[in-house]
């Protein structure tokens, strides 16, 4: 499974860096949504972020730069990975089966 990358956190910092919105453990969560970030990842991730002294006046590419230096936070985006939850919607009436996924037949 893919990890969160550098470039796609330089993305979300950088967003938040240009619209002035504090990088804390809850902002992180926000931007993180489509993806698996539990109660002890965020803060750390928010900690070590804030270690980086990035500013608004910096790009994206060199936010990327300063995320891909720093060992902490390469070591916690290898942990957190994409959401993968399915939502299946279905209308069934009469017989039969009614199957939201990879039927088994044995």
Same mark, same amino acid.
């Given at each position: 499974? /893919?990890?969160?990358? +550098? +470039?796609?956190?330089?993305?979300?910092?950088?967003?938040?860096?240009?619209?002035?919105?504090?990088?804390? +453990?809850?902002?992180?969560? %926000?931007?993180? *949504?489509?993806?698996?970030?539990? %109660? +002890?990842?965020?803060?750390?991730?928010? %900690?070590?972020? /804030? *270690?980086?002294?990035?500013?608004?006046?910096?790009? %994206?590419?060199?936010?990327?730069?300063?995320?891909?230096?720093?060992? /902490?936070?390469q070591q916690i985006l290898s942990s957190i990975?994409?959401?993968?939850?399915?939502?299946?919607?279905?209308?069934?009436?009469?017989?039969?089966d009614n199957v939201g996924g990879n039927k088994?037949?044995?």
């Amino acid at each position: 499974m /893919e990890f969160l990358s +550098a +470039a796609i956190l330089s993305g979300f910092v950088y967003d938040m860096l240009k619209h002035n919105v504090s990088i804390t +453990a809850t902002s992180i969560k %926000e931007k993180l *949504k489509g993806w698996i970030v539990d %109660e +002890a990842v965020a803060p750390a991730l928010a %900690e070590e972020i /804030e *270690k980086l002294s990035l500013n608004d006046e910096m790009s %994206e590419k060199a936010i990327e730069r300063k995320l891909l230096d720093s060992c /902490e936070i390469q070591q916690i985006l290898s942990s957190i990975q994409p959401n993968n939850t399915t939502v299946i919607t279905q209308n069934h009436s009469g017989t039969g089966d009614n199957v939201g996924g990879n039927k088994i037949i044995r």
